[in-house]
C-alpha cells in the first residue's frame, strides 16, 4: 500500500464525513425549517438558555447538556435560531468519525503486535492495511442510519454517543489495570459531561469500562498458564481461588457453560485481589456514586414528566437486539452464512478471492444445542409474559416501530415465530467477532484455548469476557425502559462493531492469491449504510403526510 494512501486515509474519510452529513443539514433545513417532533421541545429550551432564562420545559426528561452546550457555543453560533442548533450534530458526527478511528486504531494495535515476533516479515504490511480498514470501519460508524439521521437534527443522541465514545477512548488508550490519577479525574469528567445528555449513559461510563478493568487488572497479574491443559470446571474455580487466575475464552470457542464459569471465576479472582480491584474502580464507583445522589436528589432518574417514562422490566428488549444488529449490519453477518458454501467450491482463484475479501479463512462453528434451546426457552417465556407495548408505540405512526409492531401483532402467533429469528441472528453477531484468520485461530489454539484462556498472551478485546460485559451492559441500558427506541441500542451497536474484526491484508496475503487485498464487507457496508440514509431521508423529506386531527400540518417518518 503506497504511504500517500495510508497517509490520507483518515483525512478522506473526515472529507466524506463531513460533505454527507453537510448535504442531509442542507436538505433538512431546506425543506423542514422549523422544529420537528422533539426539536419542538428542544429547541426553545435551547433558545431560553441562549438568553439566560434558566426555567424548565416539564415535558423534557433528558439532563441539560445540549441546551448548555449551545448557550457555550453562542459566540461560534452566532444564533440560536433552529439552523444554527442543528450545525452542532453536523460537526459532532465528524467527531465521532475521529474517536472511532482512534479507538479502532488502540484497539487493534496491541494485537497485532502480538501476531508477531520481532523481524518477523509482514507486519508492516498488515499495519497499512489496517489503518485504512480501521479508517474504513470509523466511516461506516458515522454513517449509522440511526445515528447519521439525527445529525441533521437537533436532538441528543448524537453528542450523546459521541461523549461514551470519548469515555471509551479514554479508557482504551489508558493502562486498566493501572490507572493513574490523571486518568482517574479524565474518567470522571468526561463521564458526567456524557450524563448531562442521557442518564442512561451511566452503564456506558461506569459499568461497562469498570468491568473490562477488573478482567484486565486481574488478567495482568496472574500468573501465565502456556500449554496446561483445559481443567474441568471444579479444578478451574479452584485455580481461580489459589492462583488468582481468571477464566477466559475466545469467543468464537465460547460455549453457554463458559459463560456460566466466566462470571464466577471473575468474583473468586477478585475476592483474592480485594484492593486491586478497587484501585482499578475505584473512579467509575465516584461517577456511580454522583449518579445515585442525582436520584436521590431528583426523586427519580427522570427529569420533568416521569409519568410516561417509568422504570420497569422489559427483557424482549434484549431480543429486539439481534435483528436491529442484523438489519444495519446485514453484510457483516452475511459473511458466517456464506462460509459452508464457499467451503465446499473447488480450490481456485474464486475460492481464494471469496475467503480473502469477503468471509475469511476461519472455519465457523455450529451453535450449540443446549445454548440454542435455552435462547428459545428464554425468547418464548419473556414474549408470552412480558411484552410491553408503550402507548406512545402504537399511537404515533410516525415512527419505524409502529410499523413494525403492527406486523408483529397481526396475529398472535408472529411474536413467538419471530424468537428462532432473534436467537439466529444473535449467533451470527457473535460469530462475526471471531477471527477471520485460520492462521489466527490456530495461533490462539496454540498460544491460548489450549490453556483455556487463563490470562495467556492474548489480549484480543474479542474474549468471552468482553461479550458478557458487553450484553450485561446493554441489558442494564435497555431493559429498564418499556419504550422501544431505535435510538435507545444506537450505543450498544457501535460498541459491538467497534470490535468486528476486519479480513487483513496479512492473511490476505497468505492465501494463495499472494496478494494483499481488501476487506469487501466494508464497501458493501458503506453502500448498505449510505442506501438506507438516503431511503429514509427521502422518505423524511419528501414523502410526509397529514392526520385528519391537523389538516394541513406535515408529518415526516423518522426513527
Known amino acids: 500500500m503506497s504511504s500517500m494512501l495510508k497517509a490520507w486515509a483518515v483525512p478522506m474519510s ?45 415535558k423534557i426528561t433528558t439532563p441539560p447538556g445540549l441546551y448548555l452546550l449551545s448557550l457555550l457555543l453562542k459566540p461560534f453560533l452566532g444564533s440560536c435560531d433552529t439552523s444554527m442548533l442543528r450545525t452542532l450534530n453536523v460537526g459532532a458526527i465528524c467527531i465521532i468519525c475521529i474517536l472511532s478511528y482512534g479507538i479502532l486504531r488502540h484497539l487493534q494495535s496491541s494485537s497485532r ?85 442521557r442518564q442512561t449513559n451511566i452503564f456506558w461510563v461506569a459499568v461497562f469500562p469498570a468491568g473490562l478493568a477488573v478482567i484486565a487488572s486481574l488478567k495482568d497479574r496472574a500468573p501465565e498458564k502456556v500449554g496446561t491443559k483445559r481443567l474441568g470446571v471444579v479444578d478451574t474455580l479452584l485455580q481461580s481461588w489459589q492462583e488468582g487466575i481468571m477464566y477466559d475464552v475466545p469467543v468464537e470457542e465460547a460455549s453457554l457453560q463458559d459463560f456460566v464459569i466466566l462470571p464466577i471465576s471473575v468474583v473468586i479472582a477478585a475476592m483474592r485481589s480485594p484492593l486491586i480491584v478497587l484501585k482499578v474502580i475505584l473512579p467509575y464507583s465516584a461517577l456511580l456514586a454522583l449518579f445515585g445522589a442525582f436520584v436521590a436528589w431528583n426523586g427519580g432518574v427522570v427529569l420533568g414528566d416521569k409519568s410516561n417514562h417509568v422504570a420497569t422490566i422489559h427483557t424482549p428488549q434484549m431480543l429486539y437486539l439481534w435483528p436491529y444488529i442484523g438489519l444495519f449490519s446485514l453484510p457483516l453477518l452475511l459473511s458466517p452464512l456464506l462460509k459452508p ?118 489480549r484480543k478485546p474479542c474474549q468471552a469476557s468482553f461479550i458478557f460485559i458487553w450484553i450485561v451492559t446493554t441489558a442494564l441500558s435497555v431493559v429498564t425502559t418499556s419504550l422501544v427506541e431505535p435510538r435507545y441500542f444506537i450505543i450498544p451497536w457501535v460498541m459491538w462493531r467497534l470490535h468486528v474484526p476486519t479480513i487483513s491484508a496479512s492473511q490476505s496475503s497468505s492465501l494463495s492469491t499472494g496478494k494483499a487485498l481488501y476487506d469487501l464487507r466494508l464497501w458493501l457496508e458503506t453502500a448498505w449504510h449510505l442506501a438506507i440514509d438516503a431511503t429514509l431521508g427521502y422518505l423524511f423529506l419528501y414523502r410526509g403526510f397529514s392526520w385528519s386531527s391537523e389538516p394541513g400540518v406535515i408529518q415526516r417518518f423518522l426513527w
Request: a neutral charge; proline letters at 6%.
Open 341 to 458: 458454501v464457499i467451503h465446499f467450491l473447488p480450490n481456485g482463484w474464486l475460492k481464494s478471492y471469496f475467503r480473502a475479501n469477503f468471509t475469511g479463512s476461519s472455519e465457523m462453528s455450529a451453535p450449540g444445542f443446549l445454548s440454542t434451546v435455552l435462547c428459545l426457552a428464554f425468547g418464548l417465556v419473556a414474549i408470552h409474559y412480558n411484552t410491553i407495548v408503550h402507548p406512545f408505540t402504537l399511537a404515533d405512526n410516525r415512527h419505524y416501530t409502529f410499523y413494525v409492531f403492527r406486523i408483529l401483532f397481526r396475529h398472535p402467533s408472529i411474536k413467538y415465530l419471530a424468537v428462532p429469528i432473534y436467537c439466529s441472528l444473535a449467533w451470527l453477531a457473535v460469530q462475526v467477532l471471531g477471527p477471520t484468520s485460520s492462521v489466527e485461530m490456530t495461533r490462539r489454539q496454540k498460544t491460548n484455548s489450549t490453556t483455556a484462556s487463563f490470562n495467556g498472551e492474548d
Open 14 to 58: 473526515i472529507l466524506v464525513m463531513a460533505n454527507t452529513s453537510a448535504t442531509w443539514f442542507r436538505l433538512v433545513s431546506k425543506h423542514v425549517p422549523e422544529p420537528y417532533l422533539d426539536e419542538v421541545f428542544h429547541v426553545p429550551q435551547a433558545q431560553r438558555y441562549c438568553k439566560n432564562d434558566w426555567s424548565w420545559d416539564p
Open 113 to 197: 503486535r502480538q501476531g508477531y515476533k520481532k523481524g518477523s516479515e509482514g507486519h508492516s504490511g498488515e499495519d497499512d492495511s489496517q489503518i485504512l480498514s480501521d479508517a474504513h470501519s470509523a466511516l461506516n460508524i458515522s454513517l449509522f442510519p440511526p445515528l447519521f439521521f439525527f445529525s441533521g437534527l437537533y436532538y441528543t443522541d448524537v453528542i450523546s454517543t459521541l461523549l461514551v465514545l470519548l469515555s471509551y477512548h479514554t479508557f482504551v488508550k489508558s493502562k486498566p489495570s493501572n490507572p493513574t490519577f490523571w486518568h482517574a479525574l479524565q474518567t470522571i469528567g468526561v463521564g458526567i459531561l456524557a450524563l448531562l445528555f
